[in-house]
């Protein structure tokens, strides 16, 4: 069985500062790894993913990822946020050859002025 | 443009009325799936389909059934709606097979709320 953790239901941050939204996993193998973003009243999109190859991953609007194997986690990292990152982002996992992805909880980041 | 369309976008309903949320994709992908969000609860998927007439239960199915006769739909269909099914719905396609073009990405609807009176 897979699983996904993202341990806050909600991140504060103030414009400008950095920002990490933690995921730890549990899957066997080398797992895919992603990132969605949610905007109010959207569906998700792609942010970011993780197939092989260099463990910091960069993806749209600014945001990038760390794979880090021996802690099994895949953080969410932004060197300065902006209010228009306000969302609900969620991690998600997917063993190779199964093509179902596991979602986390997801993780409200609110990102004050 | 590559995209998953989900209609409608917004219903409201009565207990017991037969309801169809239909999901389309352009982007030929074999692998199709349905979720609900409800708040606290994350995306939990309802039945997903690996190719066409080859569907299968998620965590969810209980009060739901998918058909897929064509590649590109994925209809959800609620046979007697319970208000306990009042909720935010995503269709979601991706790539599927041993291809090293697939790495199980997925591409989301915009959703569809319902709401069973």
């Known amino acids: 069985a897979q699983s996904v953790a993202q341990p806050e239901d909600q991140v504060n941050v103030a414009e400008g500062n950095p920002l990490t939204v933690k995921c730890t996993y549990s899957?066997?193998?080398?797992?895919?790894l992603f990132w969605y973003v949610q905007y109010p009243n959207r569906g998700l999109q792609f942010l970011l993913k993780?197939?092989?190859?260099?463990?910091l991953v960069k993806g749209s609007y600014g945001f990038e990822a760390e794979f880090n194997k021996s802690q099994t986690s895949f953080h969410l990292k932004k060197p300065s946020a902006l209010v228009s990152d306000s969302a609900l982002y969620f991690c998600a996992v997917v063993r190779r050859g199964s093509y179902i992805p596991t979602f986390g909880r997801g993780t409200s980041l609110i990102v004050h002025p | 443009e590559a995209q998953v369309t989900q209609n409608p976008r917004y219903l409201i309903t009565v207990t017991g009325k037969k309801l169809t949320v239909t999901c389309s994709q352009n982007m030929n992908h074999e692998y199709m799936s349905w979720y609900r969000q409800d708040p606290g609860l994350g995306l939990r998927q309802i039945y997903y389909?690996?190719?066409?007439?080859?569907?299968d239960k998620g965590d969810v199915p209980e009060g739901y059934k998918v058909s897929r006769k064509e590649k590109r739909n994925f209809p959800l269909i609620l046979e007697s709606p319970s208000p306990n099914q009042t909720s935010l719905y995503f269709c979601a396609s991706s790539l599927a097979g041993d291809s090293s073009r697939n790495t199980g990405e997925l591409f989301f609807g915009e959703g569809s709320r319902l709401t069973v009176l």
């Open positions: 899957v066997s193998g080398n797992p895919y």
């Open positions: 389909s690996m190719n066409v007439e080859v569907t």
């Open positions: 993780y197939i092989t190859g260099d463990n």
